[in-house]
């Protein structure tokens, strides 16, 4: 009798025993999307584009530059505006509308334009699953840049005595004190100066291919602190 009962203990605990799968939540999903929107191929498992984008037009200055012209951020801008944005002018330049006014879009919706013949990403480039990812991204991640970064002078509108605690405790440890400890990247004063807009999108989404945090999950303003405190750190 008592084998029976050992028998249903271990059958029940073997059923009731399964290993648990955390389901993915949406901010997880935004960020990753916002990632492949940055550099997809540094978030999948895609290896660097090594064919011109076909779409990508002659008058911008980065056809078949390292897969640059492959990245949705190369047309449609870091502040999602394409030339209504900072992409206006400059090297960046492609006349490319933005996909701001596209957050209402259906996963279905982005599936066909995406594999449509004009943006032309395959099943390898981009799998189903990442094209969940960048629809979340498109329709709840993209931000209103205006409300935070002032378009003329570059000037973010945060609070820098809170950022340098932000900072200092989040982000220092990777990027030194003075933000400069990653080689591989330009100093961080450097680049919050220059381009507030796609410094937003990396704090908010993280750095693809690397093991930066994304803060989206956190209030919008603890972003905005930390960038207004990157302006104030060391150019070069
Ligand atoms: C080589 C340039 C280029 C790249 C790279 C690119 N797009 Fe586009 N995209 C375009 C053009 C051009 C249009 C406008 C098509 C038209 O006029 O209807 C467009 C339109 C769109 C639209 C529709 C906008 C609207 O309001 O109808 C979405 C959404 C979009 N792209 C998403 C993406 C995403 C996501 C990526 C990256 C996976 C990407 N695009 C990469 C050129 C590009
Ligand atoms: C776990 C380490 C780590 C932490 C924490 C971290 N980062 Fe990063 N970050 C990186 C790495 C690694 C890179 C990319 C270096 C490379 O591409 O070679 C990067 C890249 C960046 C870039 C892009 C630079 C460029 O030119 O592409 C920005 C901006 C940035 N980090 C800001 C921040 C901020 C702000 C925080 C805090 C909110 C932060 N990072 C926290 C590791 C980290």
């Not at 073997?14 to 929107?37: F, N």
């Not at 944005?85 to 701001?100: D, N």
């Not at 879009?105 to 390898?124: F, K, M």
């Not at 933000?179 to 990396?202: A, C, I, R, Y």
């Amino acid at each position: 009798m008592l084998r029976i009962y050992l028998f249903i203990l271990t059958l029940c605990l073997v059923t009731v025993w399964q290993p648990v799968m955390a389901s993915e939540s949406l901010d997880y999903s935004i960020a990753r999307g916002g990632k492949l929107y940055d550099k997809w191929f540094k978030v999948n498992s895609y290896s660097t584009p090594k064919l011109a984008n076909p779409a990508y037009p002659d008058r911008g200055a980065y056809k078949n530059k390292k897969g640059a012209d492959w990245r949705c951020k190369e047309c449609h801008g870091w502040d999602y505006r394409g030339d209504g944005g900072a992409y206006s002018t400059g090297k960046h330049f492609t006349g490319i509308v933005g996909i701001f006014q596209a957050d209402t879009i259906s996963e279905a919706q982005l599936a066909s334009i995406l594999r449509g013949q004009q943006h032309g990403y395959t099943t390898e480039m981009l799998a189903d699953k990442d094209l969940i990812d960048l629809t979340n991204f498109i329709r709840t991640g993209m931000v209103e840049m205006d409300n935070y970064i002032n378009r003329k002078t570059k000037m973010v509108t945060g609070d820098v005595s809170k950022g340098v605690n932000y900072y200092q405790t989040i982000c220092a440890g990777c990027h030194g004190l003075d933000g400069k400890e990653e080689d591989d990247v330009p100093p961080l004063g450097k680049l919050s100066n220059k381009n507030p807009w796609e410094t937003m999108h990396k704090i908010l989404n993280g750095q693809p291919g690397a093991d930066m945090p994304a803060m989206r999950a956190l209030d919008m303003q603890i972003s905005v602190d930390i960038l207004a405190y990157l302006q104030t750190l060391p150019k070069e």
